[in-house]
Every structure is written in C-alpha cells, then in structure tokens.
C-alpha cells in the first residue's frame, strides 16, 4: 500500500511538474510575441560622433530583433533629425531631400540650432516589414555621415494592433502631418500611439512628448 501511494505522489508530483513547465513555456511566448519599445543607442541618446564619439548605432541594432509594432524612441535634441526611409539610395546618400519615390518619412521638423538646443524624445511606430533605415538629415547629411545612421529589418512578429473599429480611418503616426503626399506608407491604426504600457528593452525610458 504504501509502495502504490508513493507511485500516487510521484505521478502527481510529476504532472505538477509538467503543468509549471507548460506555463512557464506560454509565458515565454507571450514575452517574445509582446510589443517593445526600443531606445536608440540607450544611455548614448540619439547623437553624431562629433558629440558622442562613442556612439555605434548599426552595432545597437544589430544586436536587437524587431517587428511591427514595435517603437523606435529617440531620444536627442532640436539640433538633430530623425528619418525614416525604405530606400536604400536615399540612406546611403544621407540626403531626403531629393527622394522620388515618396517612401520617406521626416518625423521631426524642427529647424536645427546648435546655438540653443532644447531635449526632444521622438516616437516611431516600425510598421512595414523588411528593411528600414535610419538617419539624421540636418545640415545637409553632415550628421548622418558622422555616425548617426543605421539600418534594422523589421519581422511580421505578431502584426500591427487593430485598435481602430470599422468605421474609423487609419490615422498618421506621431510626428507625420497626415497628407498622403508626404508620406502615403507610414499610416498607422487609429489611436496607435506610444505603447507606454507594453515591454521595453530598457528600464529607464523617458516620457514620450
């Protein structure tokens, strides 16, 4: 009897065990599936090597996976840009300017001034799959060509969130103006905005202007 009764215990014991593995398994899931926020170059901020010498932005995000959407945070200041662009042409010459194919995306706007800058944090929903490059625009691409620029591929993942209902329009992202001759591809779901709440690859996030 008492033979049977530790066989009992141990099966039980041994489903209990395999009951924990299975949730602590879609726990992971659920973890990997989450949404993130990325800060660029984390306590680096969002500078040239003329002012952070140490800065290496494609070796930051090399070592991190994305997908839709997620967000890119920038956090800088009014003397440097933030762009996005699917075209490679446009990345490589540093120069949005003479973009043709209207994939490009100016998120911030503000005219630069090395004289009296003042901190911004930018926000970018990541929601085209495949590559997506970045870089700073002011001063003509001097900024972009020192350093500040690199390139990440963005994964399907989970998708980006259906958080508008049928009859509300896609809304632009933060930072767009909304006109479809600016930007006609970076249109996100309405009420898609920073996911304050979700995970993020770095604790110390700042509070999204």
């Known amino acids: 009897m008492e033979q049977r009764g530790s066989r009992v215990m141990l099966s039980s ?3 209990c065990v395999n009951v924990l593995l299975l949730m602590c398994l879609m726990l992971l899931s659920l973890s990997a599936d989450a949404y993130k926020n990325y800060t660029v170059g984390e306590s680096t901020g969002w500078f040239d090597i003329q002012e952070r010498p140490s800065a290496n932005y494609q070796k930051w995000a090399d070592s991190k996976s994305f997908s839709l959407g997620d967000f890119l945070i920038f956090n800088t200041d009014s003397n440097h840009s933030v762009v996005q662009t699917y075209d490679f042409k446009t990345y490589k010459d540093c120069d949005y300017d003479n973009n043709e194919n209207n994939d490009t995306t100016e998120w911030s706007a503000a005219n630069p ?5 003042v901190p911004v944090s930018i926000s970018v929903p990541l929601v085209r799959e495949g590559s997506n490059y970045f ?6 691409g001097e900024q972009c060509k020192f350093g500040q620029h690199f390139m990440i591929n963005v994964t399907h993942g989970q998708g980006l969130p259906d958080l508008s209902s049928p009859d509300e329009a896609a809304a632009p992202g933060p930072g767009e103006s909304g006109d479809d001759e600016v930007a006609p591809d970076t249109i996100v779901p309405a009420n898609f905005d920073h996911p304050k709440d979700i995970e993020s690859d770095n604790d110390d996030d700042k509070e999204i202007l």
């Open 13 to 15: 014991c041994s489903s």
């Open 113 to 117: 001034s090395a004289t009296s800058p």
């Open 135 to 140: 870089f700073s625009g002011n001063y003509d």
